[in-house]
């Protein structure tokens, strides 16, 4: 079959063109490290690594939160442990109060000791996340609140939940009536404040120690449960916060061997690809620069 002169210019010509296309991707995969920079050089596989960088983004934000609800959980336990160190504090001194050999003054010197707890207290139910919002309230407002009257106002609902996860999520705190309100309805802080007023008083107080010295423990052990419960979920945290590393490694090995380039293998490519270039190239010059009675001769 004959090949005329302008088939013999485009098939070389294409020929050069494809090989020099390979060559300059080959050295585009080299120089970014990357075998996949198009969706046109691997549609499947551009999909999948689109696919992978949103579910990093998307965890990198869960990670983000996770070390905010650890680092809530860490200062609610802490205000937790003040919170349970001053209810003990008050069943030692409802003790003392229940001795019946106290002067006046021993008994205002309780009950001014008894106020400064309630007061300690009330400021550790209002303490304020990194984000200003409460620990143990929804919001931003307060968890505890003394009234006019001289009573106490409880949140009943602690702060929102925040995502940790596709379909998780983790409560960074808790209410306050959960802390200082019992079953019956009432709250300890009333109790601390009606054996304080009663010590400044010049009646019997034995009976109402007595009952405030039970109610302190019960409000101890309450507060504990509370603790113990955040404690889980600072176990939580702990848990997915490792997965969330896990996955991370598992995500960055898919992607390595769907996107980065096997230097070595390209390069030898690029070699190869190089050599057959060169040796197109010179034989279309040779060929192209032969006349037809050289070549006939």
Request: glycine share 8%; aromatic share 4%; no cysteine.
């Amino acid at each position: 079959m004959q090949i005329s002169t302008n088939q013999f210019y485009t098939f070389n010509q294409n020929s050069m063109r494809s090989l020099g296309a390979t060559a300059d991707d080959l050295q585009t995969q080299i120089s970014t490290t990357h075998r996949i920079n198009a969706p046109s050089d691997d549609a499947v596989a551009w999909r999948r690594l689109q696919s992978l960088a949103q579910a990093g983004a998307d965890d990198t934000a869960y990670g983000g939160n996770l070390t905010l609800v650890g680092t809530t959980l860490s200062q609610a336990d802490g205000t937790l442990s003040s919170i349970t160190d001053a209810l003990q504090q008050a069943k030692e001194l409802a003790v003392k109060a229940n001795s019946g050999t106290l002067s006046a003054s021993d008994r205002v010197a309780i009950a001014d000791q008894l106020d400064a707890i309630v007061t300690n207290l009330v400021s550790y139910a209002n303490v304020k996340d990194s984000r200003g919002a409460a620990v143990f309230a929804n919001g931003d407002a307060d968890a505890v609140t003394k009234n006019a009257d001289g009573t106490f106002s409880f949140a009943t609902t602690g702060p929102t939940s925040i995502p940790v996860g596709a379909n998780e999520s983790i409560q960074p705190g808790d209410s306050a009536a959960r802390v200082f309100v019992d079953a019956s309805g009432g709250n300890i802080l009333s109790t601390i404040s009606s054996l304080s007023a009663a010590l400044r008083g010049s009646g019997n107080v034995s009976g109402i120690a007595g009952s405030a010295g039970d109610a302190l423990q019960a409000a101890n052990d309450q507060a504990a449960s509370v603790q113990a419960a955040l404690g889980a979920r600072a176990a939580r945290v702990d848990l997915e916060t490792s997965r969330l590393k896990d996955v991370a490694t598992d995500r960055e090995a898919t992607r390595s061997a769907l996107e980065d380039t096997d230097v070595t293998a390209t390069i030898t490519n690029l070699q190869k690809t190089m050599t057959v270039l060169q040796a197109t190239q010179a034989s279309f010059t040779k060929l192209a620069s032969m006349s037809l009675f050289n070549f006939l001769k």
